[in-house]
């Protein structure tokens, strides 16, 4: 990859207390096992990682309160708060609406850490990742979707996989080959 690299981890902390919740579930924990994956890379290579997590309507809550909240409800809420709890020098913008651009300061800090390649992780494929896909394309970041590591109800993740591609909103990569690129 040329140019500055950053993992957007999208909505990943999650109550689930949401229509089809128990159905997004399973795929939500596997998929959070490869973006800890990929998260741990970034680590290692000392490259920005930026949560962005919706805030579900609370105007009150922040982001540390509720990864707290998550790993006390337990069940997947836990697991993938464990998975992917952030770490110190980690990054986080709280969004009201589905694209982690949408009034949110992403933008700004992106333009700050000088960021022209984003690697999207997170859940889920069809709503919030699709949406920020788009929007990065549009902004002209190269964008990369880490396909083993996001979350799609199982109807909609081959149709979201498609609409992406034919979009030509992001690459769609496995865990390894962006391991690799990096």
Same mark, same amino acid.
């Given at each position: 990859?040329?140019?500055?690299?950053?993992l957007l981890i999208i909505d990943v902390f999650s109550l689930f207390d949401f229509p089809n919740a128990d159905l997004l579930a399973p795929s939500a924990v596997a998929s959070s096992v490869e973006a800890a994956r990929i998260r741990h890379e970034f680590d290692r290579r000392n490259l920005p990682v930026i949560y962005a997590n919706d805030n579900f309507g609370n105007w009150q809550r922040d982001f540390p309160q509720l990864v707290k909240?998550?790993?006390?409800?337990?069940?997947p809420s836990a697991e993938i708060a464990k998975n992917l709890g952030p770490r110190p020098g980690h990054y986080f913008v709280l969004k009201p609406k589905h694209s982690a651009f949408l009034a949110t300061a992403l933008p700004v800090l992106l333009s700050k850490l000088q960021i022209s390649n984003l690697v999207l992780c997170g859940m889920a494929l069809?709503?919030? &990742? #699709?949406? /920020?896909?788009?929007?990065?394309?549009?902004?002209?970041?190269?964008?990369i979707i880490a396909a083993d590591a996001v979350a799609a109800l199982p109807d909609r993740r081959e149709l979201a996989l498609q609409l992406?591609?034919?979009?030509?909103?992001?690459? &769609? #990569?496995? /865990?390894?080959?962006?391991?690799?690129?990096?």
């Open positions: 990859m040329s140019g500055r690299v950053a909240e998550c790993l006390k409800k337990g069940g069809d709503s919030c &990742v #699709l949406a /920020t896909a788009l929007d990065a394309n549009s902004r002209e970041y190269r964008t992406i591609k034919v979009s030509d909103a992001a690459d &769609v #990569l496995t /865990t390894e080959a962006i391991l690799k690129a990096l």
